[in-house]
């Protein structure tokens, strides 16, 4: 696999000073400060700027950093997993994460095999990965953008990995830009009062740093937090490997299991984490906090390098409708989100709103930097809950992006249409499953006119104890 090849130093080096560059710009500009950008976006921006798809003014090599970015996924998924889950009893508001997620999945899925048979019908024939793009992008971010991408590629689509980069660029668009102008736009149509605005779940401050368990001629707690991630890691390349020499007349299939690393390194880590607490070694082993600041690292690197690699010059033929679909699927994700929120999150639905809003065009991290912009210290429920309804999310998602996503791409282009029409079907059924589960057994609830975006009035679960209770049988 491509992607297991070296890393330039120079391209890190880059990086690095954009990044510095970046968080000067953002903390002593009051415009760039006012807007509440990501510092690591603005760096990617300059990278994307000077790199070699536009200005070509920086000597980066963008076959590096999308390496940067393939690892940066699966190093990612071990690094959280490793982490222990969130304590307390799981609320109405986390399960509407849990559902919420996979069915904005789902509905930018459509939106993009959609935007395929319209465009194939007026413009020609266009890759059905290229649509797909739209969820993987935007919910998912660039490095399952960039390894389904560039996996697709043998499918014939071509530059798929950039194509893959180019839309996870426009979903931080999307979140850093539309995402902030909704938060002015909320705090001016008086919705951050709905939802009891004052309940505030914790009075504790970020996590520290707990007993550490070292010895005299100990290695660096953070050392060796980096030790564990890798040694996961490499447990990913062994299997993988592994299975490529018992098949080796499955080349396509070996390939395949490559770009779904992550999910190998997620079951991996996960199997770390249980294995370690059966032995009552978790605590001694792994420290949540340090864990919490590789991962947010892990972040900010793989946004940098996933923009900066984007290769304008090579995808001008995609340009315009990856405009017009991410414009379409970022108008649908809004709407959708807004109209579901008051309808699903009985407390704080503002706050979920954003959050969800920011995870639903970026990443879980660039969620939290919208819901800060609402709750500075993140002690509204909606921190807690997205951090306790992800995992669940990622199980719902999980069968639907290694069985259902990929039907269209494999048999490309003997199967087209048909195999589009099937796919977009499928998760339509798979949409109207999880909207049905969310209203039995989550808080999706009717409230107001079905044709008002923000109903008024309380929650129906509210008056039966807020968020935290599960509902009346």
Same mark, same amino acid.
């Given at each position: 696999?491509?992607?297991?090849?070296?890393?330039?130093?120079?391209?890190?080096?880059?990086?690095? #000073?954009?990044?510095?560059?970046?968080?000067?710009?953002?903390?002593? !500009?009051?415009?760039?400060?006012? $807007?509440?950008?990501?510092?690591?976006?603005?760096?990617?921006?300059?990278?994307?700027?000077?790199?070699?798809?536009?200005?070509?003014?920086?000597?980066?090599?963008? #076959? +590096?950093?999308?390496?940067?970015?393939?690892?940066?996924?699966?190093?990612?998924?071990?690094? $959280? *997993?490793?982490?222990?889950?969130?304590?307390?009893?799981? &609320?109405?508001?986390?399960? +509407?994460?849990? %559902?919420?997620?996979?069915?904005?999945?789902?509905?930018?899925?459509?939106?993009?095999? !959609?935007?395929?048979?319209?465009?194939?019908?007026?413009?020609?024939? @266009?890759?059905?990965?290229?649509?797909?793009?739209?969820?993987?992008?935007? =919910?998912?971010?660039?490095?399952?953008?960039? #390894?389904?991408?560039?996996?697709?590629? *043998?499918?014939?689509?071509?530059?798929?990995?950039?194509?893959?980069?180019?839309?996870?660029?426009?979903?931080?668009?999307?979140? +850093?830009?539309?995402?902030?102008?909704?938060?002015?736009?909320?705090?001016?149509?008086? %919705?951050?009062?709905?939802?009891?605005?004052?309940?505030?779940?914790?009075?504790?401050?970020?996590?520290?740093?707990?007993?550490?368990?070292?010895?005299?001629?100990?290695?660096?707690?953070?050392?060796?937090?980096? *030790?564990?991630?890798?040694?996961?890691?490499?447990?990913? %390349?062994?299997?993988?490997?592994?299975?490529?020499?018992?098949?080796?007349?499955?080349?396509?299939?070996?390939?395949?299991?490559?770009?779904?690393?992550?999910?190998?390194?997620?079951?991996? #880590?996960?199997?770390?984490?249980?294995?370690?607490?059966?032995?009552?070694?978790?605590?001694? $082993?792994?420290?949540?906090?340090?864990? &919490?600041?590789?991962?947010?690292?892990?972040?900010?690197?793989?946004?940098?390098?996933?923009?900066?690699?984007?290769?304008?010059?090579?995808?001008?033929?995609?340009?315009?409708? *990856? @405009?017009?679909?991410? &414009?379409?699927?970022?108008?649908? =994700?809004?709407?959708?989100?807004?109209?579901?929120?008051?309808?699903?999150?009985?407390?704080?639905?503002?706050?979920?709103?954003?959050?969800?809003?920011?995870?639903?065009?970026?990443?879980?991290?660039?969620?939290?930097?919208? @819901?800060?912009?609402?709750?500075?210290?993140?002690?509204?429920?909606?921190?807690?809950?997205?951090?306790?309804?992800?995992?669940?999310?990622?199980?719902? =998602?999980?069968?639907?992006?290694?069985?259902?996503?990929?039907?269209?791409?494999?048999?490309?282009?003997?199967?087209?249409? +048909?195999?589009?029409?099937?796919?977009?079907?499928?998760?339509?059924?798979?949409?109207?499953?999880?909207?049905?589960?969310?209203?039995?057994?989550?808080?999706?609830?009717?409230?107001? =006119?079905?044709?008002?975006?923000?109903?008024?009035?309380?929650?129906?679960?509210?008056?039966?104890?807020?968020?935290?209770?599960?509902?009346?049988?």
């Amino acid at each position: 696999m491509e992607f297991w090849q070296h890393v330039g130093p120079v391209d890190l080096l880059i990086v690095a #000073a954009l990044l510095v560059v970046a968080r000067l710009l953002v903390t002593g !500009l009051p415009l760039i400060r006012k $807007m509440a950008l990501p510092a690591a976006i603005v760096a990617g921006v300059l990278g994307l700027v000077g790199g070699p798809g536009v200005l070509d003014l920086l000597p980066l090599d963008t #076959a +590096s950093l999308e390496t940067v970015v393939y690892h940066c996924l699966g190093l990612l998924y071990i690094s $959280m *997993a490793l982490q222990a889950a969130p304590k307390g009893k799981r &609320t109405l508001g986390a399960g +509407s994460i849990t %559902w919420g997620v996979p069915f904005i999945i789902l509905v930018q899925g459509v939106v993009g095999l !959609l935007f395929v048979l319209v465009w194939g019908a007026f413009a020609g024939p @266009l890759h059905p990965g290229f649509g797909l793009m739209l969820a993987l992008g935007f =919910s998912q971010g660039p490095g399952q953008a960039l #390894a389904l991408g560039t996996s697709w590629e *043998a499918a014939g689509f071509e530059h798929g990995g950039q194509a893959g980069l180019l839309m996870a660029a426009l979903g931080f668009a999307w979140c +850093s830009v539309v995402g902030v102008g909704l938060y002015h736009v909320g705090r001016r149509l008086g %919705w951050h009062k709905d939802g009891g605005v004052g309940l505030v779940v914790s009075e504790d401050g970020p996590a520290s740093a707990g007993p550490d368990g070292a010895v005299p001629g100990d290695l660096d707690l953070l050392t060796r937090q980096i *030790a564990l991630v890798g040694l996961v890691y490499l447990g990913v %390349w062994g299997l993988i490997s592994a299975v490529g020499l018992a098949l080796p007349d499955k080349p396509a299939l070996v390939e395949r299991l490559w770009g779904f690393h992550f999910i190998v390194a997620l079951g991996l #880590a996960l199997l770390v984490r249980v294995l370690l607490e059966r032995l009552g070694q978790r605590d001694r $082993m792994v420290d949540d906090a340090v864990q &919490t600041r590789i991962s947010g690292f892990i972040i900010d690197l793989a946004a940098v390098c996933a923009l900066a690699a984007v290769r304008v010059d090579l995808l001008v033929g995609l340009i315009l409708p *990856a @405009l017009l679909l991410s &414009t379409l699927g970022g108008l649908i =994700s809004t709407g959708l989100l807004v109209w579901l929120a008051r309808r699903v999150f009985p407390e704080r639905p503002f706050a979920h709103l954003l959050v969800l809003f920011g995870t639903a065009t970026g990443t879980l991290p660039t969620g939290l930097v919208l @819901l800060r912009l609402e709750d500075p210290e993140l002690r509204s429920p909606a921190a807690r809950n997205i951090v306790m309804g992800m995992p669940g999310a990622m199980l719902i =998602s999980i069968p639907l992006i290694v069985a259902v996503i990929p039907l269209p791409v494999n048999g490309w282009p003997d199967s087209y249409p +048909s195999a589009v029409w099937l796919t977009a079907g499928i998760c339509m059924l798979y949409g109207v499953g999880v909207l049905v589960a969310w209203r039995f057994v989550g808080a999706f609830r009717g409230l107001g =006119s079905p044709l008002s975006p923000w109903p008024r009035g309380p929650h129906p679960l509210q008056v039966h104890g807020g968020d935290g209770e599960p509902p009346p049988r």
